[in-house]
Nanobody, 121 residues
Framework: VQLQASGGGLVQTGESLKLSCVAS????????IGWLRQAPGKEREGVSC???????YYSDSARGRFTVTSDRAKNTVYLQMNTLRPEDTAVYYC????????????????WGKGTQVTVSS
């Protein structure tokens, strides 16, 4: 199982980024795919998740600004991040859970390398 996150970068406050998570060795329909982030000196936190049935979950900080989608044909999950804020600065990871259903506190068994998102003020 491999998960490859990409799409991070340096943007200014209010701008947007779209992260991609390409999965191999698994079918995203059978998993819950989550986006998590970790800022320097802070604990890792869940941002969003999309279930195998397409339902989604968002943290309070992400709800209304971020949108998680999936492309089954490409076996890829996306995280569209709009109206970015400096506090969104972190390394973003995608991860997979066989539970296939998203809920707060879901644990993940497979992780990809992160992609850095930096939002300047």
């Amino acid at each position: 199982v491999q998960l490859q996150a990409s799409g991070g970068g340096l943007v200014q406050t209010g701008e947007s980024l779209k992260l991609s998570c390409v999965a191999s060795g698994l079918n995203i329909d059978d998993y819950a795919i989550g986006w998590l982030r970790q800022a320097p000196g802070k604990e890792r936190e869940g941002v969003s998740c999309i279930s195998g049935d397409g339902s989604s979950y968002y943290s309070d900080s992400a709800r209304g600004r971020f949108t998680v989608t999936s492309d089954r044909a490409k076996n890829t999950v996306y995280l569209q991040m709009n109206t970015l804020r400096p506090e969104d600065t972190a390394v973003y990871y995608c991860a997979a859970s066989l539970r296939a259903v998203c809920f707060p506190g879901l644990t993940y068994s497979s992780w990809g390398k992160g992609t850095q998102v930096t939002v300047s003020s």
